[in-house]
């Protein structure tokens, strides 16, 4: 982590936010399209994907969703193009697992660890729904546990790391980096790879300086200098858990997955100017935005010219 440059992920749309929540989250393939070209010109080095039902707006994992927009992404941009296994907490690792064993992206992102995954507090901001799903989607979370086991985990990494897959290793604390540990310790994690810490879902650790302190440490202590560091932070903290991070020598992820806003009280009109506005962050600190080559040469990428879309 001694570079300069910093890697910035943009996640397009994710599974937390619903569509009432905000009029510009992408749920369409020609939106996501849209969007992830648009974030990696504003300089986006890795694009991280979900796929949604176009006509709800509802998290959708088979690979057709993907399908429909991942070609058009490559050939308009040299992104590389990263594809969630998280999916979303009411899946299964199976189902969860398809696009990427069948895309074969350069990047899938993998949770290291299970969690209670409380998204029921933002019941309090919204009183009408425009889809029957997004209330069941938040009030489920009371009683709900993110999956990721041991099992689980080996599932994902057997089945991606063979067609030359490499991952973004989400923790959500520190347990989690400790879980990362043991995998490296048992030769099924080879460096270098990303560890991507996450502040502020309600079930992981928070978003106060010390707490993003305390996840650099706990990962330097256990991986020295095998691995890349990169934040993101939910909700209102993004920027400000972004400048902590940069600050620090650390990369940055943003994007409508992990914030509806562009300030307070105001929200973002597109997954590029979130991009935008966190490269102005780096640059000011004095440090540089990583073109996608660049960030396939710090995580040993396989290229885009070797993936199956």
């Given amino acids: 982590m001694a570079s300069n440059k910093v890697i910035i992920t943009c996640a397009i749309t994710g599974a937390i936010h619903t569509p009432t929540m905000t009029p510009h989250l992408p749920i369409t393939a020609d939106q ?7 974030a990696a ?36 941009t040299n992104a590389a193009i990263n594809l969630t296994t998280g999916g979303s907490p009411y899946m299964t690792v199976a189902e969860r697992a398809r696009p990427a064993m069948q895309f074969q992206p350069e990047v ?17 901001k919204y009183k009408e729904f425009q889809h029957k799903w997004e209330r069941e989607h938040l009030e489920g979370s009371r009683d709900l546990v993110f999956r990721n086991s041991f099992k689980d985990i080996e599932y994902v990494l057997e089945a991606c790391y063979g067609n030359g897959t490499r991952f973004e290793f989400e923790c959500y604390d520190t347990s989690h980096l400790y ?26 650790i928070g978003t106060h300086p010390e707490d993003v302190a305390h996840m650099r440490r706990t990962a330097d202590r256990l991986f020295g200098d095998a691995y890349e560091w990169s934040v993101l932070g939910a909700g209102a903290a993004q920027f400000r858990v972004a400048a902590m991070a940069a600050a620090m020598g650390g990369h940055v992820r943003v994007g ?6 562009i300030g307070r009280g105001q929200l973002a009109e ?15 600190l004095g440090r540089e935005i990583a ?14 010219d070797k993936v199956a879309f």
């Fill in 32 to 38: 996501i399209a849209s969007e992830a070209i648009a």
């Fill in 41 to 76: 010109e504003a300089g986006a080095a890795i694009l991280h994907l979900h796929a949604r039902n176009p006509e709800t707006g509802q998290p959708d994992q088979s690979p057709e969703a993907f399908a429909a927009f991942l070609p058009r992404i490559k050939q308009a």
């Fill in 108 to 124: 899938a992102s993998l949770n290291m660890g299970s969690m209670n995954f409380g998204l029921f507090p933002l019941l309090n």
């Fill in 179 to 204: 879980n990362l540990a043991h995998f490296v310790d048992r030769g099924l994690i080879k460096p270098p790879f990303l560890v991507q810490s996450v502040f502020g879902i309600l079930g992981g």
């Fill in 256 to 261: 409508l997955e992990d914030s509806i806003w």
């Fill in 270 to 284: 597109s997954n590029a100017d979130q991009v935008r506005k966190v490269r102005q962050i780096v640059e000011g």
């Fill in 291 to 304: 073109t996608p080559d660049e960030a396939r040469a710090m995580l040993a990428l396989k290229g885009g």
